[in-house]
């Protein structure tokens, strides 16, 4: 039985089969709305790539330990770029941004060695 039904399949698949000529052209008739549709998707898509980083704070507390954040990370890193901002009532110092998850990581890793509370701040996802 399972000879048979094998035989068959390979026979109706020989038979039935569609095989298209070597030299073919097709022709794709595209709606324009569906052209215009595409193009903004692709847009939005890379705006929302684009603003996926990552970024690692430092600091959170007075400002004064802001701003020794700031002094020594410029000493510690100079590579990174620190960014200090207000959060009523405390100041934040970050380092950032990174693309990728792993750089991220690894530099966190670098960071917890002169700042203990250091930690990754994951991206927002903007839908």
């Not at 705006?47 to 802001?66: H, N, V």
């Not at 700031?70 to 100041?91: C, G, H, Q, V, W």
Request: proline share 5%; glycine share 4%.
């Amino acid at each position: 039985m399972r000879y048979f039904l094998s035989v068959f399949f390979v026979a109706s698949t020989l038979l039935f089969g569609q095989q298209q000529p070597i030299n073919t052209t097709v022709l794709v008739i595209e709606d324009s709305l569906v052209s215009k549709a595409f193009a903004l998707k692709m847009e939005a898509d890379k705006e929302r790539y684009t603003s996926y980083e990552f970024t690692i704070q430092l600091y959170y507390g007075d400002y004064g330990g802001a701003q020794r954040t700031l002094k020594s990370i410029a000493r510690i890193a100079p590579d990174l770029k620190p960014d200090l901002s207000f959060e009523t009532p405390n100041y934040k110092v970050q380092v950032g941004p990174f693309k990728k998850r792993s750089e991220a990581k690894s530099r966190l890793q670098e960071l917890k060695q002169h700042y203990r509370g250091a930690f990754l701040l994951e991206p927002k996802m903007q839908y």
